[in-house]
């Protein structure tokens, strides 16, 4: 047992830093706090990030914090995911593609006392990744170019510790306390062909330091001999986030190449909305389990710094047509032929799920890219003659953004979680 916790806190500490690099190319990662990444372990994106319903004895479904009261009483589990993806961006008739990999997740669940689960992770937030540029003609004449080129990098990312308790048979609530942490760098550096134009050039940065609370409920009836239904509601504390946003506008004489900057800065201007969830999960004789999700994201009440030139006087300060309300839906489910049985293949579970969503933010002021995603994927079992409870998740998702007159994204994406489930808190009795 000391071993597997020395190994785990190595794991999670080098977690920290792989977590940091970004693990996207899109350029709609440089407007609002960046793509909200995908917060669900390896099961759930079988089913493409269903699991508010779910309360798995074998798996940790951090996304319903209520769902840890489910955890076996005899197990330790460590679930550790990882995901590479190709992406292909179209706009117009021009096409060209791109390749991330990236660590997704670190979390660990255990049953503490009786119907009292824990669990604690690290897990991304957001992410921010582009490197781009366009060019075009300044001049009537066409014989002088501007080049704008855009790079971004950076995201945020929690650690958080939850606890799920049932308080009585069939209903159970938990929570998760969280520490965001994380900063961003976005530039835009002009340049001209003549090399006699002066350019301007903007930097935005920040650090994120602050909290975040989760909270969640899961009532199960007995609807019918083999029959069970779950309903669900999960709650996300909106706050700002302790954070300092800066914008650097360097102005230079391409001639002399003299510089002046000037620095903006907006006290604590960046904070998370308020997030609700709500979900339902048939399970019929512990085979076939069918979900549904929903989740609010209350975007559009909150304001972001945004640099504009207002009658010649530039100005870097809040405003409230950044964002937008999102909403996703999600519909998916798995099957699992005999999940304690001997037999291999029928203890495999198959899963599928797909969802649509709404975008949080605007672009040039208008809706950003709405998405389409569907996934396919396997749980499949760890047999050998020291553990049996441990499973491979894999799966495959296709997520399509778009929005009108803008880039085009189709995201092919491999995820992998690999669960271990240790049996650590049986007792042993020698006759």
């Not at 929690?158 to 900063?183: H, R, T």
């Not at 509601?233 to 230079?252: A, D, E, F, M, R």
């Not at 809040?318 to 032929?337: A, H, I, Q, W």
Request: with cysteine; hydrophobic share 35%; proline share 3%.
């Amino acid at each position: 047992m000391k071993r597997t916790i020395l190994s785990a806190a190595l794991l999670a500490a080098v977690c920290m830093n792989a977590l940091a690099q970004s693990g996207t190319n899109s350029p709609y990662s440089q407007f609002g706090l960046g793509i909200l990444s995908d917060q669900t372990s390896g099961f759930n994106r079988g089913m493409n990030g269903l699991g508010f319903g779910f309360h798995e004895h074998n798996q940790v479904n951090y996304i319903n914090p209520a769902s840890y009261s489910s955890i076996d009483s005899l197990s330790f589990i460590f679930d550790v995911g990882i995901s590479g993806q190709i992406t292909n961006f179209k706009e117009g008739t021009q096409k060209l593609n791109a390749n991330n990999a990236d660590l997704e997740y670190v979390v660990a669940g255990f049953r503490a006392f009786r119907h009292v689960g824990m669990s604690f992770g690290i897990i991304p937030f957001t992410n921010i990744g582009y490197n781009y540029a366009t060019t075009s003609f300044v001049d009537k004449s066409l014989t002088t170019t501007a080049t704008n080129t855009y790079n971004g990098s950076g995201g945020i990312h929690e650690v958080y510790l939850g606890l799920g308790w049932e308080p009585f048979k069939g209903f159970s609530f938990g929570a998760n306390i969280g520490y965001l942490w994380g900063d961003y760098t976005r530039s835009l550096v002009n340049k001209y062909s003549d090399n006699t134009t002066n350019t301007l050039s903007k930097y935005y940065t920040g650090d994120v330091r602050s909290y975040k609370f989760d909270a969640g409920i899961q009532y199960t009836a007995h609807v019918a001999k083999k029959d069970w239904v779950t309903l669900a509601g999960t709650y996300s504390l909106g706050h700002k986030i302790n954070t300092n946003p800066q914008c650097q506008v360097i102005s230079t004489n391409s001639e002399t190449s003299v510089s002046d900057t000037t620095t903006y800065i907006v006290n604590n201007g960046l904070e998370i909305p308020d997030m609700f969830g709500a979900g339902f999960m048939w399970n019929h004789n512990n085979q076939w389990k069918i979900g549904f999700d929903y989740s609010l994201q209350k975007w559009a009440d909150l304001q972001m710094p945004v640099y504009s030139v207002v009658n010649e006087k530039p100005q870097y300060e809040l405003s409230s047509d950044v964002f937008m309300n999102r909403s996703k839906f999600t519909l998916g489910g798995e099957y699992c032929p005999l999940e304690n049985g001997r037999n291999f293949f029928k203890r495999i579970h198959y899963r599928a799920g797909v969802s649509y969503a709404t975008p949080y933010v605007k672009v040039n002021g208008q809706d950003g890219p709405k998405e389409i995603s569907a996934s396919f994927g396997f749980g499949i079992p760890i047999m050998n003659g020291y553990n049996t409870r441990s499973l491979l998740n894999i799966s495959g998702q296709w997520v399509h953004s778009d929005a009108t007159g803008l880039i085009k994204e189709n995201i092919f994406r491999i995820n992998i979680g690999l669960t271990f489930n240790e049996r650590w808190f049986a007792k042993w009795k020698v006759e």
